[in-house]
């Protein structure tokens, strides 16, 4: 069982960045692919990032490929968000989310397990 628990959302102006933190519980956290969703109101939850349990390799979605970047330290079980130059079509919920094997995926329904989201909000 891992636990996930988003924090680092907030209000910001557009050109502005902000950092999310996915802090995991659980002994084999380590051993998860990490993903980063969001999902605007009526909308699907949509891919942003994803990044190996290893940490060496990512993905990213075109929409934020060049500002966002995701990272992760298997010491401190944190994944981690750097967004720069934020817009705001970036505006959603976010999610982290854990998948029971060494390679992320962009789809949503691969993942195991996820966190309860957090707010970014980017006004023009």
């Known amino acids: 069982q891992v636990q996930l628990v988003e924090s680092g959302g907030g209000l910001v102006q557009a050109g502005a960045s902000l950092r999310l933190s996915c802090a995991a519980s659980g002994r084999t956290a380590r051993n998860y692919a990490m993903g980063w969703f969001r999902q605007a109101p009526g909308k699907e939850r949509d891919f942003v990032a994803g990044?190996?349990?290893?940490?060496?390799?990512?993905y990213y979605a075109d929409s934020v490929k060049g500002r966002f970047t995701i990272s992760r330290d298997n010491a401190k079980a944190t994944t981690y968000l750097q967004m720069n130059k934020l817009r705001p079509e970036d505006t959603a919920v976010y999610y982290c989310?854990?998948?029971?094997?060494?390679?992320?995926?962009?789809?949503?329904?691969?993942?195991?397990?996820w966190g309860q989201g957090t707010q970014v909000t980017v006004s023009s």
């Open positions: 989310a854990a998948r029971a094997l060494h390679i992320p995926s962009r789809t949503a329904k691969e993942y195991n397990y």
């Open positions: 990044i190996t349990s290893s940490g060496v390799d990512t």
